[in-house]
């Protein structure tokens, strides 16, 4: 007969909020609930500092028609922090789990969360705390390993292939150049996710630049160009962490420093340094630079059902698996088909504080595009698009001055 | 016995797109191919610069399948223009009129595009070529005369709604100052829509400026430091717009100034100099500043249902006025009840070249928010918004270090 451990579950969000973080938190808490030997489900408001500041919330009655409205809504309903706990941290959040009775801990975030997960059950070991840690995979940035994809990406992917569509539709009807700054430090997906905006071959965006790829001006300023001469208009998406061939990134923004000196990224100031460029080489009109900014990862409306699908089930799995199973890790999903999934659970040591980048075979040989293998992978993850479609209709003759057509007669 | 006008149609789209501007364009072909005495309906590629490049394609023949599939993209369809057309201009424009046969010209466009249809019409009567001109409203700023709204300030009211909606939600999980610039030269209708991104007590936008009025940078400073004390966040709603009290404007780009000499007006200068300003306050932490840029107009799946149905129908009463009634003007709509509109044709002197103000009524006498009346005004243009809801749960009680809650036994 299998062991049944009673105890309570503790829940938190880390890091940036996603539009579908809260159906992972309405997955750990529905599906604990179903499980008799579960006390109380408590939540941590704004993640593990709120641990070990003993702030946390009663979540066992919470109704379910707040719990699913709560789902639906994006941003952290815990709120969240930017706190990356060291072992001196995590032997204060292993206290108050402690203190609550807290046997299950389930942390929905990236790879820092991860990194978080793993210190914590190393302690809970070393001090015959009987605890199970599961990560919760979330980030827009789709960067984590083993995977093969991340909660959050899928709607954030979505709203930049939105944007960049609108953004084309608006460069067709006033050409020029449109630059769009999309969210992405050291991994390009997000940005990537932009190719799903074509929907005619001529539509843009025209250029892709991933911080997989090193970035040069003047190359840039060609490239710009090249597709001017073709198209009239060029519409361009650019990871706001784009480096130099020096490794220095673009949108480093050494007016503000954090505690170890090291400059801040700054979507406005890659906008800026790429407009600058175009704009020093006089033949180039009409530039315009948008920073999508934090409208990417928190735009309400703007979710992908997969992805809101997903977000839920890996949180449902999280449970199975430590409850269940009284086992530790962090939850995968694995793509079985065009388009299913099925979930598995690989080590935290497998996904912590590891950064997975854009692979090989999804980016262009020019450096500028996607291939057609990552338009495949991105695709069912965004969705299905509204309607983009242009008018059918043939050219009228022009007509010699003077001469008359049609009669407008009064009958 | 009415008489009956045979002779051509011609639509064009000026100025800036907007989600719902081809709802408009489908509204003027569906409806004028009803009438037998029409000929052709041509429409003129890149606005008035369409027309005198002689640019026309010719859409009696387009399906209805495909004006539908169009009406629903965002971006004008027919392309646009930012010419704004002198008496020269528009005699060129009436040549081609002209020569085309057209008896009905249909212009979608803003306060400049009436002016544009106020010229052609009174040289048109001057040269005794009978024509029809109407204009049809659009425009994200909501800054015409005479209408109670503008077709397409409501999915861009939406589009701001929303925008402020997620980024409220972001500040309350990842607290620090937020501030979200919104388009609008002169009338704040627009920014004054993220008023409906509230729903609890203490939802940003905490602070709404508007360029109705002057803009005052230490009160600013003063204002955002209040909102911090008493929520320990702040979201700020600006106009790109906004003056100082000596009538500059905060957004200048002097570097990028137009062939009169007059400087561009700038999102991303309004954001520099904003976050500058706090910054100088060395007291406050976590400042970001997004500029939304040309999502506002353009964003697909972002549209209010009023809005939409009302581009359509402005477009089909534009027809039956110049169609069935032989009459010039300009489609206004009147507001009849909570809520119901009905339209009525205004004159095209009533709305040219006019600009209309947020009304006094509508902003609140702090003048860093709007009123109740506003929020009554803008929410049905809107729509209603996705779910907003945090979660309901009590908070946990501390415990005295040491104690231990609930067993952790093994059954």
Redesign the interface.
């Known amino acids: 007969m299998r ?6 579950v503790l829940v938190a ?1 880390g890091g ?2 996603t539009a579908v973080i809260n159906q992972s ?1 309405a997955g750990v808490v529905v599906e604990s609930r179903k499980f008799p ?1 579960i ?2 489900v ?2 941590a408001l704004q993640g593990v500092q709120g641990i070990v500041n ?6 066992t ?3 379910e028609h ?2 699913e ?2 789902a ?11 706190d990356k706990p060291d072992k001196e941290y995590c032997g204060k959040i292993l ?1 108050v789990l ?4 807290v ?1 299950y801990f389930f942390y929905i975030g990236g790879n820092d969360s991860a990194e978080t997960c793993l210190i914590i059950k190393k302690q809970a070991a070393k001090a015959r705390h ?1 605890l199970r840690v599961v990560h919760i995979p979330k980030t827009i940035d789709n960067d984590l390993l083993v995977t093969d994809h991340c909660p959050g990406y899928g709607s954030a992917a979505r709203f930049v292939a ?2 960049f ?3 084309n ?2 460069n ?3 050409p020029g150049v ?1 630059i769009g700054v999309v969210m992405g430090r050291d991994a390009g997906f997000l940005t990537a996710a932009s190719c799903l905006a074509r929907t005619y071959p001529d539509d843009g965006p025209h250029l892709i630049y991933l911080p997989e790829r090193t970035f040069d001006e003047a190359r840039f300023v060609a490239d710009v160009k090249t597709v001017l001469a073709r198209h009239k208009r060029c519409v361009v998406a650019v990871a706001e962490g784009i480096k130099d061939a020096k490794g220095n990134r673009i949108g480093a923004d050494w007016e503000h420093v954090d505690k170890f000196g090291n400059p801040l990224l700054s979507g ?1 100031l890659v ?2 340094r790429l407009t600058d460029a175009l704009e020093r080489d006089k033949s180039i009109e009409r530039i ?8 990417q ?6 979710v992908s059902e997969v992805d809101r699908f997903e977000a839920r089930e890996v949180a449902e799995k999280a449970v199975q698996y430590a409850i269940r199973h009284d086992l530790d890790g962090s939850v995968a999903i694995r793509r079985i088909g065009d388009y299913a999934v099925e979930y598995a659970l690989k080590s935290l040591e497998s996904v912590a504080k590891k950064t997975r980048h854009m692979e090989d075979e999804y980016i262009a040989a020019s450096g500028t595009d996607v291939t057609e293998a990552f338009r495949a992978y991105v695709k069912p993850l965004a969705g299905p ?12 003759p ?2 010699p ?11």
């Open positions: 062991k049944i451990i009673s105890g309570n969000q940036g909020p938190l030997q006390g109380h408590y939540g003993e702030k946390l919330i009663d979540l009655e919470t109704t707040n719990l409205a709560v639906q809504t994006p941003g952290a309903a815990l709120l969240s922090t930017r206290k402690w203190k609550h009775g046997r009987k939105l944007a569509a609108g953004a539709l608006d067709q009807a006033l449109y406005a906008a800026k315009r630079a948008d920073v999508f900014g934090y409208l990862r928190s735009l309400p409306g703007c698009l509204p309607c983009i479609e242009r008018i059918a209709a043939p050219a009228v022009s007509k001055q003077g001469r008359r057509a049609g009669g407008m007669r009064v009958r």
